[in-house]
């Protein structure tokens, strides 16, 4: 029988600790979670995605610009101009870029962020045909993420009879579009109502 000094023993021992955990943590755990999360919530685990044709085009965790064509697209300071014939989502500091998730970092009392709420209203309200007083705060407020895909009920009520009159459609049609698409608080108190404004467009898209 081999006899190895106490400490080759220790170090023997360790890397066979190593070695088991690492099949334990580092393979047989993530594999089983991904079978679990793969049958029990596939379409969570693979990012909610929005597919046309058989094709992904969007996340509905993700949010998107619904912008008409820069004008000018060589032009980086140009804003973006949003296109009256779909819902649009709340402000983003980022421009829904997800490669730039993140917030404006400006406190409630910077007068930067205050100057940028009122124009943000003044641009809303001319854009619904609305009083400004009636715009809803998530269209004043760029989310924490600035990827947020909802919109409040209040929101999208606001936009129909613009998304309406764009598209020659009926307000009641989509209004009733609107009321679909509202989901409750998760397990019935917790956060507020909301509205997916890309599944809302992708419906949109749809009704005739």
Do not use: C
Request: avoid cysteine.
């Amino acid at each position: 029988m081999l006899h190895l000094p106490p400490s080759l023993r220790r170090h023997l021992s360790a890397l066979r600790m190593l070695l088991v955990f690492t099949v334990l943590t580092g393979i047989a755990y993530p594999l089983a979670v991904t079978g679990i999360a793969q049958l029990a919530f596939r379409d969570a685990a693979n990012g909610s995605l929005v597919e046309e044709d058989g094709r992904p085009v969007a996340s509905a965790l993700l949010g998107q610009n619904f912008a008409l064509p820069k004008r000018n697209p060589g032009n980086p300071a140009e804003r973006l101009r949003p296109d009256p014939r779909w819902f649009q989502p709340r402000p983003s500091a980022g421009d829904y870029d997800p490669r730039a998730s993140g917030a404006s970092n400006l406190g409630p009392d910077n007068p930067a962020l205050i100057a940028s709420v009122e124009e943000r209203r003044a641009a809303a309200a001319a854009f619904d045909d609305v009083p400004p007083a009636s715009v809803p705060v998530d269209a004043l407020t760029a989310s924490g993420s600035g990827l947020d895909p909802d919109i409040s009920p209040a929101y999208a009520r606001e936009q129909a009879a613009r998304v309406a009159r764009a598209r020659g459609l009926p307000v009641r049609r989509v209004e009733e579009l609107v009321a679909a698409h509202v989901q409750g608080r998760f397990l019935g108190f917790l956060g507020e109502q909301r509205v997916d404004v890309v599944a809302l467009n992708r419906d949109l898209a749809r009704l005739r």
